[in-house]
């Protein structure tokens, strides 16, 4: 059964602090893994995805990196500013399905101005 | 409009009412989907509509029951629901990448509470 988990599961750092996000899955045989940001009370907003073929991919100041023999992923955040503050969660398919989603236990990062 | 619109934002109910979450999304996705989350946890799968046809169903209670009226539309009925119910309730929508992967696109979710 595929766990992901998430460390660490809160973090504070100052505004303008690189930082790094880990991910954890148990099952290595994945399509993809996708992070999202979630606002409180709000929906996933999908940050990246990455397919099991590639290492990594980027967005503005965000990196995401991925090991599927090693079962890890990391999410880069260069340059921290406060708008950055939110629960960031890394999600995999499971059960065979590229359409289910198992998502990890999220990691609550605020970014102090 | 790359938007999944959910309504209402908040919904109060009482053990015995009905009431239906609504789901809405207008950029052609073929797939769409209910996720619930409990507070400080992560979204739970619950249900997942292909073409407008049930494909997955999480062993979710019957006194949860989806429906698609079409393309764009995915609705949640709820009935005699209980206090453990409340929670927020996510629809996303999905846009395929590549061979195997699929990028979900979230509403903002409706917060129901059970009394």
């Known amino acids: 059964k595929q766990e992901v988990t998430q460390i660490p599961a809160a973090l504070s750092v100052p505004e303008g602090e690189n930082l790094v996000l880990n991910c954890s899955f148990t099952?290595?045989?994945?399509?993809?893994l996708q992070w999202f940001r979630q606002d409180p009370g709000k929906g996933l907003t999908s940050l990246l995805l990455?397919?099991?073929?590639?290492r990594e991919q980027t967005s503005g100041r965000l990196n995401a990196s991925l090991d599927k023999s090693s079962g890890r992923s990391t999410l880069y955040i260069a340059a921290s500013q406060p708008g950055d503050s939110a629960t960031y969660l890394c999600?995999?398919?499971?059960?065979?399905?590229?359409?289910?989603?198992?998502f990890g236990t999220g990691t609550l990062l605020a970014v102090q101005p | 409009d790359t938007e999944v619109t959910q309504t209402p934002k908040h919904l109060v109910m009482g053990m015995t009412n009905k009431k239906s979450l609504k789901c809405e999304q207008h950029?052609?996705?073929?797939?769409m989907y209910w996720y619930k989350q409990k507070a400080k946890k992560p979204p739970e799968l619950m249900f997942v509509?292909?073409?407008?046809?049930?494909?997955i169903n999480e062993s979710v209670p019957s006194r949860f029951s989806p429906e698609c009226p079409n393309s764009s539309l995915l609705n949640l009925h709820l009935h005699a629901l209980q206090p453990e119910d409340s929670a927020l309730y996510l629809c996303?929508?999905?846009?395929?990448?590549?061979?195997?992967?699929?990028?979900?696109?979230f509403g903002s979710g409706t917060q129901l509470s059970v009394l």
């Open positions: 999600a995999v398919p499971y059960g065979g399905a590229t359409n289910k989603l198992i």
């Open positions: 996303a929508s999905s846009a395929r990448q590549g061979l195997m992967s699929e990028k979900l696109f």
């Open positions: 950029m052609g996705h073929r797939a």
């Open positions: 099952d290595s045989a994945i399509y993809n």
């Open positions: 990455i397919q099991s073929s590639q």
């Open positions: 509509y292909s073409y407008e046809k049930l494909s």
